[in-house]
């Protein structure tokens, strides 16, 4: 904004110069123009021609100013640059602190298409989360947004230190290629047995080797892409239900996973005796136990162990009341 000012005002005086040595002098404008320049830029050139002391007087002003507006912008764009230095070392300093508090935070590795939309879930769910981005460009839009980004290569040992992987719940890989996720996999697998690894596959070849490397999950943006559009089409009731209750719709309605702590007071009671349905309000649809093993639509006699997943659906208040219910000890 100050630079832009500074601009202006010495197109002002040239404009000024320009214009004077027109009017007092009967000079052509390119001979005003080019009288103007030498004097504001102090080349020193000998005169266009010879002027009166009008004139004369007038180049000793439009030096005056001119060279005031230079030194003037010379100094602004100096403490700009200062400031702005200023506020990158403390802005480092800050990040640094900020990465030493996190704790069960979320890693997203590339901030493109798929990235920032990891990351806007994220904030829409305050959930803390860093991200690791290499393009400078990048970096400074994020900075001025708020967000907490590191600048390096995500493949690099190092980088992943920074983002304390070693302490994260989970990590993204959402690089431009296929190699480069399935590096990040290999390299945090190694930093942190327990994370849990997301990796974006390209190909559909990749999702194998992704796997093999240590990913949790691998997923197709394509094959997704394809197989949620055939949905569309083939189902289109279905798949605009499931973005009701997925997506970002505006319907009352909350699809929702909540996990059995070790200690519920549910773990080893069945569905029936637990009531769960009936104090929370939610519906649930399916358990998953530890092992892997889905139940669609449990029965009553289902008994609940510590460490089972259970999918519901209800409103948020509903599947919150199941959340409570589930950590009651």
Same mark, same amino acid.
């Given at each position: 904004?100050r ?6 005002c010495l ?5 000024l110069?320009?214009a004077?040595y ?6 052509s404008l ?5 009288m ?7 080349v020193?050139f000998?005169?266009v021609r010879?002027m009166?002391t009008t004139?004369?007087m007038?180049?000793?002003?439009l030096?005056i100013?001119?060279?005031?507006t230079?030194f003037?912008g010379i100094a602004?764009?100096a403490e700009v640059r ?5 506020r990158q070392?403390?802005?480092r300093?800050?990040l640094?602190?900020e990465?030493d508090?996190?704790e069960?935070h979320h890693i997203?590795c590339g901030y493109?298409?798929i ?9 829409r769910?305050?959930l803390?989360h860093?991200i ?5 460009s990048?970096?400074?839009h994020?900075?001025q ?7 390096g290569? #995500? &493949?690099l ?6 983002a304390h @992987?070693?302490?994260a719940?989970s990590? =993204?890989?959402?690089?431009a290629?296929?190699?480069e ?6 390299t945090?697998?190694a930093?942190?047995p327990?994370?849990?690894i ?9 999702i ?8 949790d999950?691998?997923v ?6 394809g197989m949620?559009m ?9 798949a605009?239900?499931l ?5 970002? #719709? &505006?319907t009352d309605l909350d699809?929702?996973?909540v996990? @059995? ?5 549910l =773990?080893g009671m069945?569905?029936?005796e637990?009531?769960i349905s ?7 649809l ?9 139940r669609?639509n449990?029965?009553?006699d289902?008994?609940i162990?510590a460490?089972?997943?259970l ?5 948020p ?8 219910r589930?950590?009651?000890?």
């Open positions: 904004m630079i832009g000012y500074i601009a202006a197109v002002g005086v040239i404009m110069g320009t004077g027109t009017l007092l002098e009967g000079w390119v001979e005003s123009f080019y103007t320049m030498i004097t504001v830029t102090t020193g000998n005169e010879e009166s004139g004369r007038f180049t000793v002003a030096m100013l001119g060279v005031g230079l003037y602004i764009i200062f400031e702005e230095r200023i070392i403390f802005g300093r800050k640094v602190k990465l508090r996190l069960n997203i493109g298409r990235g920032s939309t990891v990351a806007a879930e994220y904030a769910e305050s803390p860093v690791i981005e290499n393009d400078e990048i970096i400074s994020l900075d947004e708020g967000q907490l980004v590191i600048l290569d #995500a &493949t040992d190092e980088t992943l230190a920074k @992987v070693e302490k719940k990590l =993204v890989c959402a690089l290629t296929d190699a996720n399935v590096f990040v996999t290999l945090a697998r930093l942190n327990d994370l849990f997301l990796s974006r596959a390209a190909l559909e070849s990749s194998g080797k992704m796997k093999a490397a240590g990913a999950h691998v197709s943006p394509y094959i997704m892409g949620r055939a949905q569309s089409v083939l189902r289109p009731k279905l605009s239900f973005d009701e209750v997925t997506g970002h #719709a &505006t699809f929702d996973e996990t @059995v702590p070790e200690g519920s007071n =773990v069945a569905l029936r637990s009531k009936q104090e929370t309000g939610v519906y649930l399916s358990i998953r136990h530890n092992s892997g093993e889905m669609f449990p029965g009553p289902f008994e162990q460490g089972d997943h999918y519901a659906l209800g409103t208040e509903e599947v919150e009341s199941l959340r409570k589930v950590h009651a000890k």
